[in-house]
């Protein structure tokens, strides 16, 4: 559920400051599914239903599903760590 928090989160502060085109990353298969539509998982959900508001609106976005491997490389780099670490 956090991720779907994450999601929502980042489609409301991108709307609120004005970015209308964004690319979302995440490694939840599970999210990926409910964003593109493919799971009814947690269809009567508010978090669901209000991530579906957003999108509704005049956003551009793409969500990417990556690896857990790829997300495990981006945060090392992100915390200064070098790669392998």
Same mark, same amino acid.
């Given at each position: 559920m956090s991720k779907l928090w994450d999601v929502h989160n980042v489609l409301n502060y991108s709307w609120r400051l004005g970015l209308h085109k964004i690319i979302?990353?995440?490694?939840?298969?599970?999210?990926?599914?409910?964003? $593109?539509?493919? @799971?009814?998982?947690?269809?009567?959900?508010?978090?669901?239903? @209000?991530? $579906?508001?957003?999108?509704?609106?005049?956003?551009?976005?793409q969500l990417h599903r990556i690896s857990r491997t790829v997300a495990d490389r981006i945060a090392a780099l992100m915390c200064g760590r070098p790669l392998g670490e």
């Open positions: 979302v990353e995440t490694d939840n298969a599970t999210v990926t599914n409910i964003f $593109h539509g493919k @799971s009814k998982a947690l269809a009567d959900c508010a978090l669901v239903a @209000s991530i $579906h508001e957003l999108l509704a609106r005049q956003l551009e976005v």
